[in-house]
């Protein structure tokens, strides 16, 4: 088909070629930042946490007053609760994954540094901490018995405690000591003397992210046997379809074991997680539907302009219909017509879009747009622009001949 003819045409009508040109740059400059951002929150949301989410209970609860033989009672707690039928494991934790209060320390390579190499949460374990958690061991050992401390034992030491070994998960591995094995090295971060690296899990998510995403799997274990008072929290292992039960068996224990405790949280790892992406979530779903209505108003506004056309060249029509334009022709006239428009208009979205993501990149920490998703917007919005165009062409390719004419 003629492009010359078509170019003519838009040039005579510049103020509506000019709408349609704008509302589609607008649109795909929109549409495209929408969905990186939708992107972002959902693979964030999908990032694994190390830890056998669906077979992981958490109670949560707290003393009235003070325990004076809170490490003797935790030991008991532990012991009844891991008898307790289809529980594989239980710990006791100063904190939990997603539990969105966490404990954060320097990590530091040598002890003359002025400034951290990083920072990472610190999970306090006894023996049965990474059977409960399900952690996958990839380098090094477990701790040994004879590395375990107690944390009263840690607070009667004269200055800053002494950790004599910890395990620490790949990312941080890497980032401490990247192209080469953590296994064996040394850091400091609790106290002036260095803590040796005994072995590495794959990954631990922490509490939170205080230092942004790139921080989500800094963690690092101590082998310290913390009372109950240190957190309250006790997480148990057992079979998906027997969370329910065992929790319920759970408190019961731990009211039995002492009643001047109150249980606060009942939940499973699941919902901790649920509860933590939950704002990621709600903004993943506004934005898409902050997109739907965008393509809904994009759509309506081509389709208004292109009848308004049809209705302005009714005449024209006739006249290429009595020359012998086929209904094709004319179809394929208006929907050549829409493509140019809405390419123009995909070009200035796709500049706007990098700008506006460079505005966010500066106000909110956000991340460059990847490019692939310039195309996922153009796409859409090509399509979009010839279903649109589709009724309006349609009905100006149906106006017979003697009708369009006598109707000028």
């Known amino acids: 088909m003629e492009i010359r003819p078509i170019l003519s045409t838009l040039r005579r009508h510049k103020t509506a070629a000019s709408l349609i040109v704008i509302e589609i740059a607008l649109s795909c400059a929109i549409i495209c930042n929408a969905l990186f951002l939708i992107g972002s929150r959902l693979e964030r949301m999908e990032r694994p946490s190390g ?83 399900g952690l996958k061991l990839i380098a090094g050992r477990n701790f040994t018995a004879d590395e375990y401390v107690t944390w009263a034992a840690l607070n009667q030491s004269v200055g800053v405690p002494d950790i004599p070994s910890a395990i620490i998960t790949r990312s941080m591995a890497e980032k401490l000591f990247p192209g080469e094995s953590a296994v064996g090295k040394a850091f400091y971060s609790w106290g002036d003397n260095p803590i040796k690296i005994v072995g590495i899990v794959d990954t631990l998510v922490r509490p939170n992210e205080p230092g942004g995403p790139q921080t989500y799997g800094y963690s690092m274990i101590f082998p310290i046997r913390a009372p109950y008072t240190l957190g309250g929290n006790y997480l148990l292992r057992t079979n998906a379809d027997r969370r329910n039960d065992v929790m319920k068996a759970a408190v019961a224990v731990l009211e039995k074991n002492s009643p001047n405790r109150i249980i606060l949280k009942q939940d499973t790892l699941q919902e901790l997680r649920a509860a933590f992406y939950r704002q990621d979530k709600s903004m993943a779903v506004l934005l898409v539907a902050v997109c739907v209505a965008l393509l809904v108003v994009t759509a309506l506004g081509i389709v208004g302009l292109a009848s308004f056309w049809v209705q302005q060249r009714t005449k024209q029509i006739g006249v290429r219909r009595a020359l012998g334009a086929t209904r094709g022709q004319i179809l394929r006239y208006f929907q050549t017509e829409n493509f140019l428009l809405a390419t123009l208009g995909i070009i200035l979205g796709m500049a706007l879009a990098y700008a506006i993501n460079q505005l966010l990149m500066g106000k909110y920490e956000l991340p460059r747009l990847p490019l692939h998703y310039l195309p996922i917007g153009a796409i859409a919005l090509w399509l979009l622009g010839q279903l649109a165009v589709f009724g309006p062409a349609r009905r100006a390719a149906a106006v017979p001949p003697a009708v369009a004419t006598r109707s000028a």
């Open 51 to 133: 830890t056998a989410e669906n077979e992981i209970v958490r109670i949560q609860l707290t003393g009235i007053g003070t325990d004076s033989d809170a490490d003797a009672l935790t030991r008991t707690d532990l012991a009844e609760l891991r008898g307790i039928p289809g529980v594989k494991a239980a710990t006791v934790l100063n904190q939990v994954p997603f539990g969105n209060s966490s404990w954060n320390s320097s990590v530091n390579l040598s002890q003359e540094q002025t400034h951290p190499t990083l920072h990472a949460t610190t999970y306090m374990a006894e023996e049965q901490f990474i059977d409960t958690l």
